[in-house]
């Protein structure tokens, strides 16, 4: 679980720690760093993998006017983290001509964050389906995530399941999902249909087309199935106003 977040020199943020609970709520008016936050947590864990995976550090994503950009003053930035009792660091500081990029730390590993972003997907005529893994996915802006429900189908992981269904020993996490959704919106029964050639999802709410349906319902499916997937340790979910 992420702890606290130590931000320096990074945005609009000069020095700041940011302490996190279970449950934490970033909330305030336009350009107060809320977004600044999510994408430091977000640097931080991808150069974590990029570093156990002996990928370089200093790759095409931190290039010079990109940390520019992030620079609030002084030539480097500093983001540092405790996370599950380890102190994980990303330095970043900037010469005339490179970036030189350093991390230190317990490496991160793919169960340790799940971020959806604000920008995530919304409803599509038809959604996507990835035949060449068997691990469920789910992307940052929920494009895969009918993929990965239906992957998740086939788990054993004790999900969270809704107390309706629990008399139901069979319980698949797509009705799983599809039963929380009737929480937050009755009526929008979840359904959806595979082409042929497994290739891509038919949705529908209801039985109306996911298309036809509105944005809400689209935004929030992957915030569902985020939830109820035990394996991840730390969620972060971005919403639009």
């Given at each position: 679980m992420l702890k606290s977040l130590t931000l320096q020199n990074f945005k609009s943020?000069?020095?700041q720690k940011?302490?996190?609970?279970?449950?934490?709520?970033?909330s305030g008016i336009n350009c107060s760093g809320k977004s600044s936050v999510?994408?430091?947590i977000?640097?931080?864990?991808?150069?974590?993998?990029?570093?156990?995976?002996?990928?370089?550090?200093?790759d095409g994503s931190m290039d010079l006017k990109r940390i520019k950009s992030f620079l609030s003053r002084d030539q480097f930035y500093c983001i540092s983290a405790d996370?599950?009792?380890?102190?994980?660091?990303?330095?970043v500081s900037l010469s005339d001509s490179n970036a030189n990029v350093s991390f230190s730390g317990v490496r991160f590993n793919e169960n340790d964050l799940q971020l959806l972003l604000a920008s995530r997907?919304?409803?599509?005529?038809?959604?996507?389906?990835?035949?060449?893994?068997?691990?469920?996915?789910?992307?940052?802006?929920?494009?895969?995530?009918?993929?990965?429900?239906?992957?998740?189908?086939?788990?054993?992981?004790?999900?969270?399941?809704?107390?309706?269904?629990?008399?139901?020993?069979?319980?698949?996490?797509?009705?799983?999902?599809?039963?929380?959704?009737?929480?937050?919106?009755?009526?929008?029964?979840?359904?959806?249909?595979?082409?042929?050639?497994?290739l891509n999802a038919f949705v529908t709410y209801g039985g109306v087309p996911a298309r036809e349906s509105g944005f809400g319902l689209s935004f929030t499916i992957p915030v569902i199935a985020a939830l109820l997937d035990p394996t991840k340790n730390t969620l972060i979910i971005e919403n639009s106003e």
């Amino acid at each position: 679980m992420l702890k606290s977040l130590t931000l320096q020199n990074f945005k609009s943020f000069v020095s700041q720690k940011i302490d996190f609970k279970p449950l934490t709520i970033l909330s305030g008016i336009n350009c107060s760093g809320k977004s600044s936050v999510i994408e430091a947590i977000s640097l931080l864990y991808d150069k974590s993998l990029a570093s156990a995976r002996g990928m370089r550090l200093n790759d095409g994503s931190m290039d010079l006017k990109r940390i520019k950009s992030f620079l609030s003053r002084d030539q480097f930035y500093c983001i540092s983290a405790d996370w599950n009792e380890n102190i994980n660091k990303l330095k970043v500081s900037l010469s005339d001509s490179n970036a030189n990029v350093s991390f230190s730390g317990v490496r991160f590993n793919e169960n340790d964050l799940q971020l959806l972003l604000a920008s995530r997907i919304g409803p599509q005529d038809s959604y996507q389906m990835n035949l060449n893994s068997d691990v469920p996915y789910l992307d940052r802006l929920g494009e895969s995530v009918f993929d990965y429900i239906e992957k998740m189908n086939g788990k054993p992981e004790k999900f969270p399941v809704q107390p309706k269904l629990k008399r139901n020993e069979q319980v698949s996490f797509k009705d799983n999902v599809s039963e929380w959704l009737k929480i937050i919106s009755p009526n929008s029964d979840l359904a959806y249909e595979l082409s042929k050639d497994r290739l891509n999802a038919f949705v529908t709410y209801g039985g109306v087309p996911a298309r036809e349906s509105g944005f809400g319902l689209s935004f929030t499916i992957p915030v569902i199935a985020a939830l109820l997937d035990p394996t991840k340790n730390t969620l972060i979910i971005e919403n639009s106003e």
